[in-house]
């Protein structure tokens, strides 16, 4: 009987989602929130020095940003400052709305939501995953969410993505994730697990695939590529 249950369970599969960039676009929010902190602390920093904040956890963004700015602080002021920036951030992701979903994300979730062989879970860095996916209307098409008040290590360490395969009993190699940053597609390829590159190839290109955005595409195209590798 046991036998049987598990060769069950791994044929099921999954599509494990990262947050920001590839369903919504938070990232021009964490930008202002950040960008006012370090205003406030007497420095500036450029969009293009942003990018390297994607994917990466509250507190590690906020020692790049001090870095870049020449300061440091004690572990309980940065944590205020850490707090003041998710306050200040929060204020913006409370007005967000369903049309603050990225081009065909919903089409995408439908195609996996109507297929019984798949399950659907988040792997994000942001504490406030929940909270975005309910002010966009799409909580409902999710499985398991994993934020990062959930995880020990963030990204590139694969802990997110192998917890979220994980409570939704599905192996690392049955998985296909979506990621916009280069080290959440070096935590996913570090999990084992298909990964699909949405954004440039220039930055993406260790990914199985990359798209630009999911506008061109549809679940059953990213599947049958899928399949072709396992």
Same mark, same amino acid.
């Given at each position: 009987?046991?036998?049987?249950? %598990? ?13 920001? +960039? ?46 870049? +700015? ?25 007005? =967000? ?40 209307? %799409? ?28 409570? =939704? ?35 993406? +290109? ?25």
């Amino acid at each position: 009987m046991t036998d049987l249950f %598990l060769a069950k369970e791994d044929i099921r599969k999954a599509c494990i989602f990262d947050l920001d +960039g590839v369903i919504v676009d938070t990232a021009k929010y964490h930008f202002v929130a950040w960008r006012n902190l370090a205003n406030s602390l007497g420095f500036d920093f450029t969009e293009r020095e942003n990018e390297k904040l994607k994917g990466v956890s509250r507190i590690d963004s906020l020692n790049l940003i001090l870095e870049w +700015g020449g300061m440091n602080f004690s572990e309980k002021v940065k944590a205020n400052l850490a707090f003041s920036k998710n306050e200040d951030y929060l204020s913006y992701i409370k007005e =967000m709305d369903e049309s603050e979903i990225l081009p065909n994300v919903v089409g995408i979730l439908e195609g996996i939501y109507k297929n019984p062989n798949y399950k659907i879970g988040l792997g994000s860095a942001s504490k406030n995953a929940k909270l975005i996916l309910d002010q966009v209307g %799409l909580t409902k098409y999710f499985d398991f969410i994993v934020d990062g008040s959930m995880v020990t290590h963030g990204k590139p360490h694969p802990e997110g993505f192998l917890l979220a395969a994980s409570e =939704m009993k599905v192996l690392p190699e049955n998985c296909i994730v979506f990621e916009d940053a280069p080290k959440g597609v070096e935590a996913a390829l570090a999990a084992r697990m298909f990964t699909v590159g949405i954004g440039r190839e220039d930055d993406l +290109g260790h990914a199985h695939l990359v798209m630009a955005d999911f506008s061109k595409t549809t679940f059953a195209e990213i599947e049958d590529f899928f399949l072709g590798l396992v």
